[in-house]
């Protein structure tokens, strides 16, 4: 009874693990446990308490026992020690060989078996038959004995009542075609067929149904013996329907496996750990232009160019000691030596026990990809192209018709000048051409902001403050239909700024925002706040090839409720006098770009055609403390005009004009037409020569070569440095020599005056 109840509880544990609670590792535990303790058992008895009449047999039998069951005892404590199994795909060779070994040992012991029942039936002794009935009921399989005439039951062991769930007493003095243990009846027909006709069967493997209904799957091994002079089938039936299981998993795998590599455009391709092909796909040979087979045991690295095999080795080499993997691009080598881009992807398969036994290589043909992406570069930078040529014509032709129409103001005003009458105030029209020329200087100012080149003399600013000072002088010029709504912090952020340039932005802004309303009503929001320069938006942000620097950044947001913009507009809105107005509006936005690149910063733009528009600079934040406001300084008396002005330039109108205002001012004049011609005029006037004013942009010397070499001959002159481009371009630089002052062109009387006054104020020259 103790038996019967150790093999129950291991039968309730094995289904509960198989049913209630799925997790292989327990069932293989339990079974091999309750199979390794019924051998060792058996082996015990057969061995240490069998009798003279069945000694050879009984130990043969009894060895049988105890190797079986020493080798399940390996089992369990290898599944102990193992991983979880969740699959019967992670068992290892040693379980594996669980589904063999059985096979050959259930064979061995058949055969003992039945010798033994033999000669117990045979034995007249009662001692012996009660010995082999124990033997028979301590078989781990399904032992049985049947009548071969009819079929019926004669004995059943508890091994055949566990798997079947059937009680003794309803299958003893029964026939097997009554219980319909047989799953179908053909195969039972075969085994019938089989036994008579052999008298013993090996390995039969059949479907029996339990008495639940639940399909088992046997392998049975049978003999004929006569018992009471009539034959009679003992069999011994083994369940491997957890086997079968694995072995269908195993080849659903496997056909899952061969469909994945036949089906897959790439190469997948598996090596050993040192980089063997072991096996590849058919899209391989496909790629590389080898016939099946070909590419197995060649090195996989044969098929990299020279030139990228190092840098194969080390991300082979990464991706072995588990580094970040990433698709790696290399060119490859087919057959026929030719070159083709790939894209590689790797990876390592391991063992059961988790150690890197093969590399796995997945290998995409990118010649197409990289052919359509020159392709499409070729029609990007064409485009571009287009898109710049189309810019700079309309921005030549806006600049065209804007200097045309001031230089027509100033013509028109000397005409009527030059026609005057006696005694009539000529005021008026020299102040027009004045005007006009003033409204010419402000283009070229304005194209200079937009590209990049706007005065760089930045102070450290809280950006809030430099707002709310612009917007009394902005809201005086906006309609009444536009209202005007404002949240800058105080104090707020910090940046280095130049304070006219940030006004001149918000202007443009705002006035590109009220414009964007047309005549209806509706309302325009600025905020400041700051951000991260991870969360600038990468969208329509521009310049296109900005990258932040900083990693915080001052956000001043301009919100409008117009119209919106278009998205096919949205890139073209920064270039010059581009407008959805009429062509040729002017410089507002490209100005905004241009100030703001010279701050280092960028512009995002976010629209939706009817729900208006939202305009934020991105402003670097800056770290240093905003300086005080100095105290206000009584100006010095201007000094009383009197020496001589050398005035340099090669610009023969300019030397006239310019000279005449000097000679106006009350200075003496001289004149050169390049840095060579001056050199030679301040040698022979040293003298008297009190200050000089040169242009930048010169033959044969330019305005630096002219002042160093003025310096060189007098190292305290003063030297007025003159020039149409931005100071802060023009000042940047390593120049071993700095002028007294720089003039920007154009400049007036009062501009001219003041640059003199500085120059020759100071008494020294700058450092």
Known sequence: MSICFVFISFAVFYYYYMYGHDDISKRTVIVSSAIALFSLLTAHNLIFNHKKTITESAIFTGTVFLVHGCYLIIIIFYTLLSKPIHSYLDYSPIQIAGFIVPTITSTLWTFGFILMVNQRLNAENGEEQENLRKIFNTSPDAALITRLADGQIVAANLGFLAISGYSRSEIIGNSIRELKIWD??????????????????????????????????????????????????????????????????????????????????????????????????????????????????????????????????????????????????YRGIRKDRTVVDIEVNSGLISGVHGQPIKMVFVVRDNTERKQAELEKQALESKNRQLQKAESLGRMAGAIAHHFNNQLQSVLANLELLSGLPKGVDPSKWLTGAKQATER???????????????????????????????????????????????????????????????????????????????????????????????????????????????????????????????????????????????????????????????????????????????????????????????????????????????????DEFLLMSTGGVIEMMGFSLLTAKDGVEALEVFRQHKDRICCVITDLTMPRMDGWETLAALRQLEPTLPVILASGYDKAQVMSGAHPVRPSVFLGKPFGLQGLRDALNQALASGRVEP
């Open 184 to 329: 179908d009846p053909a195969d039972q027909a075969r085994f019938t067929t089989e036994i008579k006709h052999s008298h013993h069967c090996e390995n039969v493997e059949s479907v029996f149904q339990r008495k639940d209904g639940k399909s088992v799957v046997g392998m049975t091994s049978a003999k004929i013996l006569t018992i009471n002079d009539q034959p009679h089938v003992v069999s011994v039936t083994r369940d491997i329907t957890e086997q079968k299981h694995a072995e269908e998993a195993l080849k659903e795998s496997e056909a899952t496996y061969r469909s994945i590599l036949k089906a897959s455009p790439d190469d997948i391709t598996i090596t050993d750990l040192e980089g063997r092909i072991l096996m590849v796909s058919p899209a391989a040979n496909r790629m590389f232009g080898y016939e099946q087979g070909e590419e197995v045991g060649r090195q996989l690295l044969d098929f990299v160019v020279p030139e990228d095999l190092e840098r194969a080795r080390a991300n082979i080499t990464l991706m072995y000691h588990g580094g970040h993997q990433r698709p790696n691009e």
């Open 440 to 650: 010419a200087a402000e283009v070229s100012r304005l194209m200079l902001a937009y590209l990049g080149q706007a005065s760089r003399e930045q102070e450290p600013s809280f950006l809030a403050e430099l707002c709310r000072g612009s917007m009394s002088t902005i809201q005086g010029t906006l309609p009444k239909r536009a209202a005007v709504e404002t949240d800058f912090p105080s104090p707020g952020p910090v940046i280095r700024a130049n304070a006219n340039q940030i006004q001149q932005v918000l202007t443009n802004l705002i006035a590109n925002a009220w414009e964007a309303m047309g005549d209806t009503r509706g309302s325009i929001r600025l905020s400041l706040r700051t951000g991260r320069a991870a969360d600038i938006p990468t969208v329509h942000r521009f310049p296109i090839n900005w990258q932040p620097q900083g990693t915080e950044y001052a956000c001043l947001e301009v919100v409008d409720t117009g119209g919106g913009i278009a998205e096919a507009d949205i890139e073209k809105l920064f270039d010059p006098f581009f407008s959805t107005k009429f062509t040729g509006r002017g410089l507002g936005l490209s100005v905004v770009l241009g100030i703001v690149q010279a701050h280092g910063g960028a512009v995002t733009v976010a629209s939706e055609q009817g729900l208006g528009s939202v305009f934020r600079i991105h402003f670097p934040l800056c770290t240093e403390a905003v300086p005080t406001l100095p105290e206000r300084i009584t100006p010095t008396p201007e000094p009383v005009a009197s020496g001589t002005v050398l005035l340099v330039d090669d």
